[in-house]
């Protein structure tokens, strides 16, 4: 039963907010993306590329935890956006985030921002 607590299968433990400016899109996850909630970020990042977005900033500063599940979710909408001559950018990585990127080796396909203040003036 989900009782809404850390590690259980609740959706509601994982919410997006999208901001979208002239030629870029901020995507801010907050909670715990995994297998149960990727769907909740996939589908806005869907929409920012078929709205042919040039710049997706998805700040991870809020983001608690992230699994395989989630990183598929992010290098999927990578390639769609480069396939479009765009690119998706990550800030704010908390460490235990980071180390998921770190060990899998996909913090070397990403541009890496420290904050999104920094990712929003490359």
Do not use: W
Request: aromatic share 4%.
């Amino acid at each position: 039963m989900d009782r809404g607590m850390v590690g259980t299968t609740g959706r509601d433990r994982l919410q997006v907010a999208v901001h979208r400016y002239a030629m870029a899109a901020v995507v801010t996850p907050a909670g715990e993306l995994d297998h149960h909630t990727a769907e909740l970020l996939r589908e806005p990042l869907e929409r920012c590329v078929e709205d042919a977005i040039p710049k997706i900033v998805v700040d991870c500063s809020q983001l608690e935890f992230c699994d395989s599940t989630g990183l598929n979710v992010l290098l999927g909408a990578r390639l769609k956006v480069e396939a479009l001559g765009g690119a998706i950018h990550l800030a704010g990585m908390k460490p235990a985030v980071a180390r998921v990127f770190e060990v899998t080796g996909a913090d070397a396909i990403f541009t890496v921002h420290g904050s999104l203040d920094e990712a929003l003036k490359e």
